[in-house]
């Protein structure tokens, strides 16, 4: 945040530190085995008394200290001048905490200097014994530039407790300092063996060849088991926060680690061959190719090392932006740009917001991600992001995934990043849903004659919009599923419900006769029922035609899980296919009574907002392909699943399997959290900052959306979901409450920790609820049934159980609520933009008006009187308030 910062774009990401650190590290590991090698092998060559051996030990010594200290010394330059210009704040820690330890180090160095030319260049020319004790004195000092350098660069891993004291000395002896200090030194040794190897094939002549590369390998087989024991040291004294960053939550260290596990056991084979008399030339392949494992190798070990501090640069004190641990809140508060001393814009508008973001990419970013480059490009991680998406990826980046560290800087500026990625490196624009792509509907109400009808029957959806997936190739937890019911009343002076001698029967409009070729739920059947579901047919077996059943509790007609789907057989898009209705006596099979009922249905779910870049069907609904894979891909990296290789092969995924959630016949894993508080919970950490807006990004409720889904009366007077609801994050909160009180705290609680209530002041007062059963009441804000004097729900006055729900209860005479007032969200009167009468038909139809039935003094429509008495619920009598 205090240094200007250096913008490297294609080469950013990492690419400079592999480039020159890796290759400096695998260096400097050699310089300090290579010291012991050229002592041991000399005093090899002095007890057999081997002159070939001797003039290998020179040709080698020139090898190495060229090597060493000419590459390794530039290299290592290059280090201070890289790290320094990509993360100074760390870089001025590490210098002022441990200024006497690099000091020291570098006199050691300066030493290693000294003894390795006056090893090379006095060899042969003075005593032996004097010329093994330079080389005595060469390997120590360079075994302490490794033990000075590994305590340093391992705090930065560990601080241990200079976090609290800021003692050098805490710093330096670390948690994992003498662990990684036996494991280097281990490690040191065996890249003494590998550059052996490579000597050995160039200077080593015919006969002696064969017996130095026997020599050299007996340096890689060795330290193996003690770099193996060390390592498993070195993992068991690391925080366990690190060491499941390591093991278990960073995509990036997953094939490292493979590699670092796995090419073990691929230098014993290399070690082996290496002890066989083999071709000259073979030879020369195998000593370069354990050249190059070991680089790949030391890569490795340096990747996990440095990913595995993530999100930190030195842990738990800076983090990868630069920023220190305690800066956060002022951050939050005053932002990136006035508190960045090397910016430009610090006042954001509408007109340089794209440029600021550029300058807050700068900032924020390109220390980990480069842009079109080899190494964590951001291009490929952020194409599928729509504006809104990029902005919840970067509300909730750190929170859950914490191998980033949080975006700490406003909300504009989030939104001014978001803008540069997605229009400034995307080049992508955001395009609205034009009005008039809303296809009308035309439909007139079936006839009513109130003064001949003997019989009513009223008619409902149990939901005033079914909401469904439609990527049944790779995923569904949504599949198509409409419930319908009825009640057929006998008019009179004292009305009737009829319940027995009566068959509704229901039929869907013939251009939805089948459903569309998108659909394919069918291959979940046998997972929902355990038989086999022929095409066309629903989860309880039901059609789109036939008849209703009769439930003797609700005192109504059902049909449960039609598969409606909202395309025509031509494959276009109509959320809002009818269903027709006819009542006839069962003995003679006389007409009784017929209406129309609308069955909304959308796949207007806004997964394409975060995980894709484009609807399915008529550029407005629908989970096309990529989108589906993208979100399996996103589970199998973040859960270590492998759901998007399994769908491939033709086994996609229903998520209630794992998930509990409320399909029939499925049952879902009890460990899990249930389907709603894992959807609900995860999402809200990103999603959460959206107010109102969230629950549009993902259910199709929004008003400029293709499907409309919260239509009724609520909507007319401008309540928004969380009237009832709450916010994202409570309704979040409570769900995942209840799963806590379930047994499932680790899962619950790592999606509630970053989650904040603005229903209540403390956690302990979150109110749990359990999942599509504790809904709001209505009688919360329609208190004995009078006009409501709030329009918030009270937190935590939930329904107990399902029969308590609205869709579920009925009035004092036997009516179901839903009968006289429409579906929940789409309560009458309900606008529909796909036509003026599609939500309020059964009102329409029997008196004429778009209000509730029996409303504004409509008692005749079952009544054959005038009624003064308010039979079915209290204050009915009252002129209907929300009159259009």
Known sequence: MNYPVWELYFSGGGLLMVVIAVVHVYVAHFAVGGGLFLVLTEMKAYREDDRAILAYVKSHTRFFLLLTMVFGGITGVGIWFTISLLSPTATSTLVHTFVFGWATEWVCFLCEIVALFLYYYRFGKIKRSSHLTIGWLYFIFAWLSLFFINGIIDFMLTPGDWLETKSFWDGFFNPSMLPALVFRTALCLFLAGIFGFVTTVFFAGPDLKNKMLGYCSRWLIFPLPVMVLSALWYLSVLPDTVKSMILEHSPEIAPALALFGGLLPVFLILALIMRLSIPARVQVVVAFACLL????????????????????????????????????ATLYKDGILKTARWVQHRNLTPENEQKAGREIFRIACVGCHSIGGPINDILPLTVDYSMMGMQAQLNGQGKLLTYMPPFMGTGDERRALARYIVSGLHH????????????????????FDQAAAQYVLLAWKDKGMHGMTDSDRYWSFQPPGSSIYAQLVLRGETPEIMTEGVSIAYAVEEDHARPASQVEFWTFSKALTGRTIPAGTGMTGNTLDGHMQFDDNQMAFYAEHLPVV?????????????VRLEARAEDTGELLAQTTLVTPVSTEMGCKNCHGTAWAVEGRTGIDDPTAASILAVHDRINKTNLLSSARKGRPVLCQTCHPGNLPHVRGKSEHLNLSAAMHGFHANYLGDLGDDACSACHPSSSDGATHGFRGIHREIELTCANCHFSLQDHALSLLAAEKQAGKNVRAGMLMRHLTSQAVDTPDLIAPRTAWTSQPDCLNCHVDFEPPETDQVEYGTWTETVDHLYRRRTDDAGLMCMACHGATHAIYPAMNPYGEYLNNLQPLQYQGTPYPIGSNGECRVCHTIDMEDEIHHPNMLGEFRNTR
């Open 293 to 328: 494992t070991g680089l790949v190798y030391m890569g490795a070990f340096e990747w996990i090392r440095e990913a595995g501090r993530r999100p930190y640069l030195i842990y738990g004190h800076t983090y990868s932006t630069a920023v220190r641990v305690g800066e956060e």
């Open 428 to 447: 992508r624009k955001e395009t609205a849903l034009e009005a008039g792509a809303l296809n009308d509907i035309p439909m007139q109400p079936p006839a």
């Open 566 to 578: 909202p395309y025509k057989n031509d494959g276009s898009f109509n959320p809002y296919p009818l």
